[in-house]
């Protein structure tokens, strides 16, 4: 058995037998085989065991009573603590701490859905539900509701929306933290607090109003360590109608220029409120002996340049798919007007691709190959990953302009043919709305040489974007401190006012220390 640091042999094993105490011996876990579970399935150090993050334990409490007494264990020996929902957090760290040591805070087993209101189209769940949980749960009640689901559909929706990750049906949906209404966290001293009207003995609203009266704090226990959310409301997707899906396809490489503006006039006067992806075909195409000279230009190609390939390859130059759910004569206006202004743009392509009504049959639901668009958890994103030991996201937000577009897609491109590495995945989504995110995948091996450089190529495209204002919007474990020194303004003056939060929340610095670049006092770098 290992100790966290600084924390001696039978100190430590005391504090588990105080542990074990609370949530019964089965459930806390020190044999080397159970703590491996909590290692990263998704490691950017295979092959280098001398720099993997592991836990020295895990245990895992059943209600949120035994979240407070675990806590103040804790909090009274130093043992520092990693609270997980599920762990399923794949290319971020999966339930890894990012201190080694850390004893993980498994909420598994708090995973009970407390409510789901069909007429205010809200739920309340623990930690441990997972979007397969709410889905069985609203299908076998026969309640019109969709959730938002991400790929794959196996996690928690409390750490999806805490990590700010998201899906592809519509905002405010698709955009999992803000489709958030309502917390209960427990403090690193055990104090058990409700945020929003939930602050209101008795509330009736606490799914419908988030923000109550006074200051919003719900943010500040996003993506930190200032607290264990062990409740979280959601909003949920009244069952559409209908959808309609209309097919876009443009031909030159300055198309992305209007194209971008358009969309988003009509996304911000709400005629669209989909996700969609922007692909180009020749900027995913693989590097052959043309796309590399066009790459090498220190401009990364002109316009005529890359339209000139883009024939050759007989392909169009930029694709997406917009996805209208709602009445049918409702969606239908909505795509029409879309047509309408999008034509302004010389040889478009515009077709209606796919109508879906709803309710979905289970032989439609079998036959759909992409369900997340659905709003139903699947698993099939493993699919394309079966041979694959792994990947980062390195994903920046850049500006929702075609210009922007075009730049990302250059920078990028020349990023990973200048350090030698396979370009597989880079292409911009509209997951949150009024910005793009860049998708930059780094696909990891069983070499640890080759690992390693992978890891330093994560740390320079998060340099370069930051460097052209584009910043890392969700930090896998290890970079959080990279990642985060990028946000730089007025000498780190964000990180200071998180660091002051730590020290009045935490003083003792026993939740999550390290994550997001938040560090207790004693371990923090000195900045001059």
Same mark, same amino acid.
Not at 165 to 193: I, K, S
């Given at each position: 058995?290992?100790?966290?640091?600084?924390?001696?042999?039978?100190?430590? +094993?005391?504090?588990?037998?105080?542990?074990?105490?609370?949530?019964?011996?089965?459930?806390?876990? &020190?044999?080397?085989?159970? $703590?491996?579970?909590?290692?990263?399935?998704?490691?950017?150090?295979?092959?280098?065991?001398?720099? /993997?993050?592991?836990?020295?334990?895990?245990?895992?409490?059943?209600?949120?009573?035994?979240?407070?007494?675990?806590?103040?264990?804790?909090?009274?020996?130093?043992?520092?603590?990693?609270?997980?929902?599920?762990?399923?957090?794949?290319?971020?760290?999966?339930?890894?701490?990012?201190?080694?040591?850390?004893?993980?805070?498994?909420?598994?087993?708090?995973?009970?859905?407390?409510?789901?209101?069909?007429?205010?189209?809200?739920?309340?769940?623990?930690?441990?539900?997972?979007?397969?949980?709410?889905?069985?749960?609203?299908?076998?009640?026969?309640?019109?509701?969709?959730?938002?689901?991400?790929?794959?559909?196996?996690?928690?929706?409390?750490?999806?929306?805490?990590?700010?990750?998201?899906?592809?049906?519509?905002?405010?949906?698709?955009?999992?933290?803000?489709?958030? !209404?309502?917390?209960?966290? *427990?403090?690193?001293?055990?104090?058990?607090?409700?945020?929003?009207?939930?602050?209101?003995?008795?509330?009736?609203?606490?799914?419908?109003?988030?923000?109550?009266?006074?200051?919003? $704090?719900?943010?500040?226990?996003? &993506?930190?360590?200032?607290?264990? *959310?062990?409740?979280?409301?959601?909003?949920?997707?009244?069952?559409?109608?209908? !959808?309609?899906?209309?097919?876009?396809?443009?031909?030159?490489?300055?198309?992305?220029?209007?194209?971008?503006?358009?969309?988003?006039?009509?996304?911000?006067?709400? $005629?669209?409120?989909?996700?969609?992806?922007?692909?180009?075909?020749?900027?995913?195409?693989?590097?052959?002996?043309?796309? +590399?000279?066009?790459?090498? &230009?220190?401009?990364?190609?002109?316009?005529?340049?890359?339209?000139?390939?883009?024939?050759?390859?007989?392909?169009?130059?930029? &694709?997406? /798919?917009?996805?209208?759910?709602?009445? /049918?004569?409702?969606?239908?206006?909505?795509?029409?007007?879309?047509?309408?202004?999008?034509?302004?743009?010389?040889?478009?392509?515009?077709?209606?691709?796919?109508?879906?009504?709803?309710?979905?049959?289970?032989?439609?639901?079998?036959?759909?190959?992409?369900?997340?668009?659905?709003?139903?958890?699947?698993?099939?994103?493993?699919?394309?990953?079966?041979?694959?030991?792994?990947?980062?996201?390195?994903?920046?937000?850049?500006?929702?302009?075609? +210009?922007?577009?075009?730049?990302?897609?250059?920078?990028?491109?020349?990023?990973?043919?200048?350090?030698?590495?396979?370009?597989?995945?880079?292409?911009?989504?509209?997951?949150?709305?009024?910005?793009?995110?860049?998708?930059?995948?780094?696909?990891?091996?069983?070499?640890?040489? /080759?690992?390693?450089?992978?890891?330093?190529?994560?740390?320079?495209?998060?340099?370069?974007?930051?460097?052209?204002?584009?910043? *890392?919007?969700?930090?896998?474990?290890?970079?959080?401190?990279?990642?985060?020194?990028?946000?730089?303004?007025?000498?780190?003056?964000?990180?200071?006012?998180?660091?002051?939060?730590?020290?009045?929340?935490?003083?003792?610095?026993?939740?999550?220390?390290?994550?997001?670049?938040?560090?207790?006092?004693?371990?923090?770098?000195?900045?001059?």
């Amino acid at each position: 058995m290992t100790s966290p640091s600084g924390i001696g042999t039978r100190a430590f +094993a005391a504090a588990l037998k105080e542990f074990a105490g609370v949530v019964g011996p089965d459930w806390v876990f &020190q044999d080397a085989d159970d $703590v491996a579970t909590y290692r990263d399935a998704y490691t950017p150090f295979r092959g280098d065991p001398a720099h /993997e993050i592991t836990a020295s334990a895990a245990v895992a409490p059943a209600n949120v009573e035994e979240v407070q007494a675990i806590v103040r264990i804790a909090n009274r020996t130093r043992i520092p603590l990693y609270p997980i929902s599920s762990g399923r957090n794949l290319a971020y760290g999966g339930s890894a701490p990012v201190q080694p040591g850390c004893v993980v805070l498994d909420l598994k087993r708090m995973n009970r859905i407390l409510e789901v209101s069909e007429d205010n189209a809200s739920a309340l769940v623990e930690p441990g539900v997972s979007y397969f949980d709410l889905y069985r749960h609203i299908r076998e009640r026969g309640l019109k509701l969709w959730i938002d689901t991400p790929d794959p559909g196996w996690g928690s929706l409390i750490g999806n929306a805490l990590d700010h990750g998201a899906g592809r049906t519509q905002l405010p949906y698709r955009d999992h933290y803000d489709a958030h !209404c309502g917390m209960e966290v *427990v403090l690193a001293d055990g104090t058990l607090v409700r945020t929003g009207m939930g602050a209101l003995p008795g509330a009736r609203t606490w799914q419908e109003f988030r923000y109550g009266a006074g200051p919003f $704090v719900d943010g500040i226990f996003s &993506q930190s360590n200032f607290g264990i *959310v062990t409740k979280m409301g959601f909003w949920l997707m009244p069952e559409p109608e209908a !959808c309609l899906v209309g097919r876009i396809r443009c031909r030159r490489h300055d198309d992305a220029i209007p194209l971008v503006r358009i969309l988003a006039y009509l996304g911000y006067a709400n $005629v669209v409120n989909c996700h969609f992806p922007i692909l180009s075909p020749p900027f995913l195409a693989p590097v052959d002996a043309r796309k +590399a000279a066009l790459l090498d &230009q220190p401009d990364g190609g002109s316009a005529a340049d890359w339209d000139r390939y883009a024939a050759e390859l007989g392909t169009h130059f930029w &694709q997406t /798919e917009l996805r209208f759910f709602g009445p /049918e004569s409702v969606i239908r206006a909505q795509w029409a007007h879309a047509r309408e202004r999008l034509g302004v743009i010389p040889d478009i392509q515009l077709e209606e691709q796919d109508f879906t009504r709803f309710p979905l049959t289970e032989e439609q639901i079998a036959a759909t190959p992409d369900l997340a668009l659905f709003g139903i958890p699947n698993l099939g994103v493993f699919s394309s990953l079966a041979n694959s030991t792994g990947h980062l996201d390195c994903s920046m937000i850049i500006p929702f302009s075609g +210009a922007a577009l075009i730049e990302g897609h250059k920078v990028f491109a020349q990023a990973y043919r200048r350090a030698g590495v396979v370009h597989k995945l880079g292409f911009a989504l509209t997951y949150h709305w009024r910005s793009f995110i860049m998708f930059q995948g780094l696909w990891l091996t069983n070499d640890a040489a /080759e690992n390693a450089r992978l890891r330093a190529m994560y740390v320079e495209l998060t340099k370069m974007g930051a460097a052209r204002g584009w910043g *890392v919007y969700r930090a896998h474990a290890a970079f959080m401190d990279p990642v985060m020194d990028t946000y730089a303004f007025n000498d780190h003056a964000l990180m200071r006012l998180h660091e002051r939060i730590k020290d009045a929340l935490d003083p003792n610095g026993i939740l999550s220390p390290g994550r997001y670049g938040i560090w207790p006092r004693g371990q923090r770098k000195v900045r001059t």
